[in-house]
């Protein structure tokens, strides 16, 4: 189920798909071009400035009166520069039936899970696809039988997943990289006998009683986060590693969401409960609250306070970047036609000061055209490892000359 590989090929056959549906139905298309600005010279003599050139397309048709449907969005990307951002995917492929208590949806689909606002940790459907954005929200589309039921006493989820997608990551020598030995992303390594055959397990069980919401889901199966740790060759001169290749653990994972909502507060959570690791279990989670002020200034902009601590019981051995963290942020919403927005944060490690700020703005410029800002920098680690250098207790320093601003208008039509 790779995809990536071939772009142009896979968006030959998406364009001839889309000649074959009916013409009836709902069809959108957006084509996005972006720049990319690094702030800094890289030390392995990376471009500074890339460009990026990118299309989606979202279809939908339903019949038998609405109970039945089909989603197909596919997308294509090509990077000037990083040839593992030259990828096609397909995010959504689906039939959906609907019948009074229950759908299923059978197919390519995207699902998320999670409330918080800066770590996903009960997000496991989904592997993650870094190049498009290394905030790690950008995903791929995961093969799935999916039975929902709605009954009175909650939405439960019953999840089959088809086969493991791998991480995409950034190719050798270009920017955003997690290390400076090598890595063999195309010769990943399963400690799950079927390999990237293995059928996956979830389910998830939703509610709400007054203000309160939660969800339980349970995950069984092969890990979307890769370890960097299965050495293929030493150096001999130096006795170190020359090529690694990424592993990919068989887990069970729990996680609990929670949210609260009161007056202008969102108070909200996710916890995880993860064995399969080189751990026996260990336990993770992100806490806190969003707090929206109406009418800032007297105008008709609204602003919302966020605020998070995010905690992993394994310190220096957990491979997120968040096992000691707070995220301080906020919420800029203008209320004006062109849909004006900008978000904002940074996050702090407590106990080595390094710190990553991200924002995130859009306006629409015209009826058709939307213009995107991103930003993504690291800095504040007082000792920090060589570029390039993965450090367990510095997981931002590799990125330390990787400072970005990321410009792209977007055509809808």
Request: negative net charge; without cysteine; proline residues 3%.
């Amino acid at each position: 189920m790779s995809f990536n590989r071939q772009p142009i090929q896979w968006m030959a056959l998406v364009w001839v798909m889309m000649f074959s549906l009916p013409v009836s139905a709902d069809l959108d298309s957006e084509i996005g071009f972006q720049m990319r600005v690094f702030t800094e010279d890289s030390p392995q003599a990376n471009a500074d400035v890339t460009g990026a050139l990118r299309y989606k397309l979202e279809y939908f048709t339903e019949w038998n009166d609405g109970a039945d449907s089909f989603e197909f969005i596919p997308w294509v990307i090509w990077d000037s520069e990083d040839e593992e951002r030259r990828s096609a995917d397909i995010q959504d492929m689906a039939w959906i039936h609907v019948a009074d208590e229950w759908e299923l949806r059978t197919g390519i689909r995207k699902v998320f899970w999670g409330v918080v606002e800066s770590q996903h940790r009960v997000d496991i459907i989904n592997q993650t696809h870094f190049t498009m954005n290394p905030n790690g929200e950008e995903k791929l589309g995961q093969p799935m039988i999916n039975l929902s039921s709605v009954r009175d006493w909650g939405i439960i989820d019953v999840y089959l997943l088809v086969g493991h997608r791998e991480r995409i990551l950034p190719g050798e020598g270009d920017r955003l990289q997690f290390t400076s030995i090598p890595v063999e992303w195309d010769d990943a390594v399963y400690e799950a006998g079927g390999e990237e055959n293995r059928v996956d397990f979830a389910v998830r069980w939703q509610h709400s009683y007054g203000d309160w919401e939660w969800a339980l889901s349970h995950f069984s199966g092969t890990s979307r986060d890769p370890i960097l740790g299965d050495v293929v060759a030493i150096d001999q001169s130096t006795g170190r590693p020359s090529h690694i290749r990424p592993l990919y653990n068989t887990i069970d994972q729990t996680g609990l969401e929670l949210q609260y909502i009161w007056e202008g507060w969102i108070f909200k959570g996710e916890l995880i409960s993860n064995s399969g690791f080189d751990v026996d279990r260990y336990t993770a989670g992100t806490f806190g609250f969003e707090y929206t002020q109406v009418g800032i200034f007297d105008t008709n902009m609204d602003f919302g306070y966020i605020a998070e601590y995010s905690g992993d019981d394994r310190g220096d051995r957990a491979l997120s970047t968040a096992e000691h963290d707070v995220f301080l942020g906020g919420r800029l919403s203008f209320n004006d036609a062109d849909s004006s927005e900008v978000v904002m944060g940074v996050n702090l490690d407590l106990e080595t000061d390094e710190q990553l700020y991200v924002l995130e703005a859009s306006k629409r410029v015209a009826e058709s055209v939307k213009i995107i800002v991103d930003a993504f920098i690291v800095t504040g680690s007082a000792n920090p490892p060589a570029f390039g250098e993965r450090d367990p207790e510095y997981k931002t320093a590799s990125f330390s000359k990787d400072d970005y601003l990321q410009v792209e208008a977007v055509y809808y039509f």
